[in-house]
C-alpha cells in the first residue's frame, strides 16, 4: 500500500478512537426521578455528562409519560420532583 494510503487508515482510525472513547465518559452521572403532577405518578431513569443534565432528562421522561400537552408538560417539568436518587 502507498504511504499516504496508510496515513489517512490511521488518521481515520485515531478519531473513530477519540469518538469511541469519549461517547463512554459521557455518561458519567446516572439519576432516578419520580415526579407526582395532577394525581399521576412516574419515574424514570437517565444518565447525561452532568448531575443536573440527568436529572432534568430524566423529570422530562417521566412527565412525558404521565402528560400531554406543552402547558402541562412545562409544569410538570417545572415542580420539584416528588424524589430523587442518585444512582452513579
Partial sequence: ???PVLVGIAIVAVILGVIVYSSFN???H???VCVNYKGLQACRTA????EEFARRTATSN???QIISGMTDTIACEQ???AKVT???
Fill in 62 to 64: 417521566a412527565c412525558a
Fill in 79 to 81: 415542580a420539584p420532583p
Fill in 1 to 3: 500500500m502507498n504511504k
Fill in 30 to 32: 446516572r439519576v432516578e
Fill in 26 to 28: 459521557l455518561a458519567g
Fill in 47 to 50: 444518565s447525561g455528562s452532568s
Fill in 86 to 88: 442518585l444512582l452513579k
